[in-house]
């Protein structure tokens, strides 16, 4: 049963890891927008290491530190896509 998981995990490991078709289909980045991508993909690898540190946790104060460094990736989150959309647009 475990190999069964492991290999679900790695599945969607490989999944996060292909890059995103909508940018990679409107052709090369401006150093700008990949140092966003970067940026981005690094902070949805560590929301994803965070989660995974949640689902083991177990003693209460660790679980309420991972919750508050979980709030602000998503915050980081929320500001990276923001910031995106209006480089996007502007290229269009």
Do not use: F, N
Not at 12 to 37: C, H, M, N, Y
Not at 72 to 81: D, I, N, R
Request: glycine content about 6%; aromatic content about 2%; hydrophobic content about 40%.
């Amino acid at each position: 049963m475990a190999r069964g998981w492991d290999s679900k995990s790695v599945e969607s490991q490989i999944e996060s890891a292909q890059p995103d078709p909508a940018i990679v289909s409107r052709g090369r980045l401006t150093p700008e927008q990949a140092a966003a991508l970067r940026k981005r993909e690094s902070l949805l690898l560590a929301r994803t290491r965070l989660l995974d540190q949640l689902q083991t946790c177990q003693h209460p104060r660790h679980r309420a530190l991972l919750e508050r460094a979980l709030a602000e990736l998503e915050k980081a989150l929320g500001q990276s896509a923001g910031a995106a959309k209006p480089a996007a647009q502007g290229r269009v």
